[in-house]
């Protein structure tokens, strides 16, 4: 089956530094990545959909500033959260898309993510 | 606007019996994707089962099946043979839109239902 990796697992950084959260589709070209957050105990809130060689796309209420996303080739999609602070310590998803009719999104294991 | 509605936050199994985890929507475009996924302690998602708002029948994948109501707007998911494994937190999502008619497979999530499995 499809995999999707993600590194790091977990980061601990320092608040105001920023890190970088990388999502990789291992066996297969993901045209559209999506980067989800998620707060313990919550569900899973969409934050960007990356698109290969084009600018994401941000939901309503997310800082495309303070989360960078850069979808450079077919199977990484990276995520930069600049300038950390507490607030931003959560869970975060991300999932790849088989192709551009599949309909499954293939999640990778999440990086959690906490700011000091 | 499209919305998932889960309102069982917890539920109680006993292992070997069967159980259903309830799932309502709210959309107005007649196509969509309705999903369910399996969250375990250690994080990952984990895709379940799919059913799509213009199939006839009720999906199935092994011990999982979906009892699809359309009417009622309607998802539920049932696990038959509950095994111990099976304790985690279940999503339940959906997709509009069709993939021809230009869907950008962007999935919205339900507030979970966390499943524990009693030996």
């Known amino acids: 089956g499809a995999v999707v990796s993600q590194h790091p697992s977990w980061v601990i950084c320092k608040s105001g530094t920023s890190v970088k959260i990388e999502c990789r589709s291992l066996?297969?070209?993901?045209?559209?990545m999506f980067w989800y957050r998620q707060f313990p105990k919550q569900s899973l809130m969409l934050m960007a959909t990356s698109n290969e060689g084009s600018k994401a796309t941000y939901e309503q209420g997310v800082e495309k500033d303070k989360f960078l996303i850069n979808h450079a080739s077919l199977t990484l999609s990276t995520l930069t959260v600049t300038s950390a602070h507490p607030e931003d310590s959560s869970f975060y998803i991300c999932?790849?898309?088989?192709?551009?009719?599949?309909?499954?999104?293939?999640f990778g294991p999440g990086t959690r993510l906490t700011v000091t | 606007a499209q919305k998932i509605t889960q309102t069982q936050p917890g539920m109680f199994v006993q292992e070997k019996e069967a159980v259903t985890l309830d799932c309502t929507y709210d959309?107005?475009?007649?196509?969509?994707?309705l999903f369910w996924y399996k969250q375990p302690s250690s994080g990952e998602m984990i895709f379940l089962i799919y059913?799509?708002?213009?199939?006839?029948q009720n999906a199935t994948e092994g011990r999982y099946s979906l009892n699809f109501q359309k009417a009622r707007k309607s998802a539920n998911l049932v696990i038959s043979a509950s095994q111990l494994g099976d304790s985690a937190m279940y999503f339940c999502?959906?997709?509009?839109?069709?993939?021809?008619?230009?869907?950008?497979?962007?999935?919205?999530f339900g507030t979970g239902t966390l499943l524990a499995v009693q030996p």
């Open positions: 066996d297969f070209q993901a045209t559209t």
């Open positions: 999502a959906m997709r509009e839109g069709s993939l021809r008619g230009g869907a950008t497979n962007k999935l919205i």
């Open positions: 999932s790849a898309v088989l192709g551009r009719n599949f309909y499954e999104q293939y």
């Open positions: 959309t107005s475009d007649p196509s969509y994707g």
């Open positions: 059913q799509g708002s213009y199939d006839q």
